[in-house]
């Protein structure tokens, strides 16, 4: 018994001097260079974060790092983890230009996922700038667990990497913009904790499982950049949509600024016909991935489209909740500005109302499909006054003619009752820019069965105001155009009406 007890003791003292000699152990590793990662204290959580791995050895992981720019813009300077700063100042970077990095997240690559060359040309078309895709498909595959250890790693080779190019070339952290999807968007957050400094981070609907109500060391957090930004699209509950491939994403904020379409949960064309179909439209690749993260994907597809499209501007509002918004309580920029911001390529113009202590969650919606900026229009349909008017039950169309195009917009979601001396207040969108506001029509369809006994909707006045232009408090009166009712006897079901400015 005293020789195991001896033995024992000779174990734990030698474990412990092997510890403190290269500071592995039991709940910590050390990775050269790149530091230590432990396993215990904020990493673990009973419930949103029970098993812990340590990340794998950097040359498993074997981070590469693709660099383009429009001297090179289809043939990188290929570069590893462990590049001399001999190879990296052979490559075309150049410190004056401002750098993208765009990294991917779990089970993606270069090869599978298009959308980081798209993502990397759509930079490189509207400006110079370095744009490095990072490829970490040695660490993202199974078990989802070991991924998200290995993210750590990722971000910690970014911020090893980023800081050679300072040496190198002088570059300065403040010009880097960080945008990750998924896992990807953690790989940011964890090389921008170990980047003083850094200029911007884009999260890309940040993955949720070990992620979502864990503390800020070990997610993306707005302390990791100068301005961090995130697009929330899949936010639905990891645990009960799985199987339906959602709930990925996170529906927590991560960024000074949380841009939620259509609610961050469940995006428009993403129902399961227009999944299949991409299988037609897109190949097997696009099909796999539509069935498979349609919802969780979509975020870069809106990101990807603000970088070149300067026709629309997707403009998003802050407000408490998806469905407040909805009825359009939030409709306006706030008296100076700051409650509302452009998702996307263009958000860090809101920058300067930031507040690392607190993050503001933003609200708009989208289209169905390409392109998916929409046009949107808060409308008060304002009923007749007449206390003894009867009560309308339908849905309304408002027809807009403009400048530029015309469209027709259903107002209501579910069946609108509309009583007398009441106002109605709804957020409308089409996919057509029509320009300024000429002409307007509007449509009651009652939703009785017997239409035609219908009684007829009492009508007063219409207002709308454009919401894709910054408009302030202030300067909504000035910008909003009003219409009144010309059927003084009321509106037939089924049959349009013009209405008259105001």
């Not at 991560?254 to 299949?276: A, Q, W």
């Not at 069965?449 to 300067?475: D, G, Y």
Request: glycine fraction near 10%; charge should be positive.
């Amino acid at each position: 018994m005293r020789t195991l007890t001896t033995l024992l003791a000779s174990s734990f003292f030698l474990l412990n001097f092997a510890e403190r000699a290269n500071g592995d152990g039991i709940t910590k590793r050390c990775y050269g260079e790149l530091g230590c990662f432990g396993i215990d204290g904020v990493f673990h959580h009973p419930l949103y974060r029970p098993i812990n791995f340590f990340p794998e050895e950097r040359h498993v992981v074997n981070t590469e790092f693709l660099l383009f720019t429009r001297q090179n813009p289809v043939q990188e300077d290929f570069l590893l983890w462990n590049s001399s700063r001999e190879q990296i100042g052979r490559s075309h970077f150049n410190a004056s230009r401002p750098t993208k990095i765009i990294t991917h997240g779990w089970l993606d690559t270069v090869f599978f996922g298009a959308w980081l060359k798209n993502m990397k040309s759509a930079f490189l078309l509207v400006g110079d700038y370095n744009v490095i895709i990072v490829d970490w498909r040695g660490g993202n595959g199974l078990p989802y667990t070991q991924a998200t250890a290995n993210t750590r790693l990722v971000g910690a080779e970014i911020a090893v990497f980023i800081r050679k190019l300072q040496t190198v070339f002088g570059a300065r952290p403040e010009t880097f913009h960080i945008l990750g999807h998924s896992l990807g968007s953690h790989v940011a957050g964890y090389a921008g904790e170990r980047t003083p400094n850094l200029g911007r981070i884009t999260g890309l609907d940040p993955a949720e499982p070990y992620f979502q109500k864990m503390p800020k060391e070990v997610r993306l957090d707005p302390t990791d950049a100068n301005f961090v930004d995130a697009v929330h699209s899949d936010g639905a509950s990891f645990v009960t949509d799985i199987l339906k491939g959602e709930g990925l994403g996170m529906y927590d904020p991560v960024g000074h600024v949380d841009f939620y379409p259509n609610g961050g949960i469940k995006m428009p064309g993403c129902d399961l016909g227009s999944r299949v179909f991409k299988f037609v439209t897109e190949g097997l690749v696009g099909g796999a991935r539509a069935i498979g993260i349609c919802h969780h994907q979509r975020a870069i597809d809106y990101v990807l489209e603000t970088i070149t499209d300067v026709h629309c501007s997707s403009l998003a509002f802050a407000c408490p909740s998806y469905e407040l918004f909805e009825r359009g309580r939030c409709a306006d920029c706030g008296r100076d500005g700051s409650l509302c911001a452009r998702m996307g390529m263009h958000a860090d113009a809101w920058g300067r109302f930031k507040n690392d202590s607190r993050s503001v969650r933003m609200f708009l919606e989208t289209n169905e499909g390409l392109p998916f900026c929409a046009f949107h229009y808060l409308v008060n349909v304002e009923m007749f006054k007449n206390a003894g008017a009867s009560v309308a039950s339908g849905d309304l169309f408002l027809r807009l003619e403009g400048t530029r195009d015309s469209s027709e917009m259903k107002l209501n979601k579910g069946t609108a009752t509309l009583h007398p001396k009441a106002i109605y207040t709804f957020v409308t969108t089409t996919p057509v820019n029509i320009g300024d506001i000429r002409r307007a029509f509007i449509t009651y369809k009652s939703t009785s069965f017997f239409s035609i006994f219908a009684p007829k909707m009492h009508l007063w006045k219409v207002e709308i105001l454009p919401m894709n232009r910054p408009t302030k408090r202030q300067e909504r009166a000035k910008r909003t155009t009003a219409f009144c009712s010309t059927a003084l006897g009321g509106l037939t079901s089924g049959r349009p009406t013009a209405l008259a400015p105001c």
